[in-house]
């Protein structure tokens, strides 16, 4: 019985580790916020988009609220 719950732990631990790789991308910041603004000034925020994968991605779909 033992033996069984030591294996099952373990494969628990793979199914977390591989869950925690699932993530390709990692953003500096999930949210830009600009304040309050009147229309026609031009501004702009920088944000850091990491790939962990050695796989091309394309972001698309990018929307304001």
């Known amino acids: 019985m033992r033996l069984k ?14 869950a925690a790789s699932a993530q390709p ?5 999930t949210t830009v916020d600009f304040g309050s603004m009147t229309e026609g000034p ?7 988009v990491t ?3 050695a796989e091309e991605i394309t972001i ?3 929307a304001t609220s």
């Open 42 to 48: 031009v501004a702009g925020k920088a944000i850091t």
């Open 25 to 29: 991308l990692a953003f500096s910041q």
């Open 5 to 18: 719950s030591i294996a099952l732990a373990l494969a628990m631990l793979v199914c977390m580790a591989g």
């Open 51 to 53: 790939n962990s994968t």
């Open 60 to 62: 698309t779909n990018v």
